[in-house]
């Protein structure tokens, strides 16, 4: 199965700073996600970028599919911005799963 | 759109009793649902393919007389924890696509189980 590698494991900002999580993964895929889980475990769907660039607010993300790999851009990060980030690369058939990389556990500090 | 609810948010549970969780894909149709485990600070695990109207599909390792999957509908999928021992609490996730837009997949809220 695809292999996905998330990077920093952990990271510690203070309030205002910008920052990148990258994920690298080990085979071709058709789908990638980047999701944000909440202190209650909700997991909430940021971008659904298999490739190319996407924005939302201050919030990017870009997957470059041919190098296998994913960054997840914050800026001006706010306190909200905690909590753990997931990568999770996978098909695009509808039985197509996804596997999810063992997440980046984020502090932003005020 | 693509909204996935799950039910319930948190149980507690007797060691031996079963429990049964709920996931509904309230605007969309769902032929195929997915079933995650999550134990603390760590990531989330497949556990099987919920497919409308036939076999789930277990992912290696998972015990299918545990962990019972129904998919009778096109927006209902059930896991029940059958014989529930204090190693199966967990937070149970699951997910769903609306194929026919490009959300990508959709997560319910996740039921937190405790055996006791």
């Known amino acids: 199965g695809i292999q996905v590698e998330q990077s920093p494991p952990d990271l510690i900002l203070q309030e205002g700073a910008n920052s990148t999580l990258r994920c690298n993964f080990s085979?071709?895929?058709?789908?990638l996600q980047w999701f944000h889980q909440n202190p209650w475990g909700q997991l909430i769907n940021l971008f659904y970028?298999?490739?190319g660039t996407k924005q939302n607010g201050r919030l990017s993300a870009t997957t470059v599919a041919t190098e296998r790999y994913s960054l997840l851009y914050i800026s001006s990060s706010q306190t909200t911005d905690s909590g753990v980030y997931f990568c999770a690369p996978g098909g695009t058939g509808a039985n197509s799963k996804l596997t999810f990389g063992k997440g980046i556990t984020l502090s932003v500090r005020p | 759109g693509a909204v996935v609810s799950q039910h319930p948010s948190w149980v507690i549970c007797k060691s031996g009793t079963s429990v049964k969780i709920e996931c509904r894909s309230l605007d969309f149709q769902a032929t195929t649902m997915f079933w995650y485990r999550q134990f603390p600070k760590q990531s989330l695990m497949l556990m099987a393919t919920s497919n409308e109207g036939s076999k789930a599909t277990y992912e290696q390792g998972v015990e299918k007389d545990k962990f019972l999957i129904n998919h009778a509908s096109l927006t209902l999928s059930t896991l029940t924890v059958t014989s529930a021992h204090p190693e199966d609490s967990s937070f149970y996730i699951c997910s769903a696509r609306a194929t026919e837009r490009n959300y990508g997949y959709t997560f319910g809220s996740g039921t937190r189980l405790t055996v006791v």
């Open positions: 970028i298999p490739s």
């Open positions: 085979d071709s895929v058709n789908n």
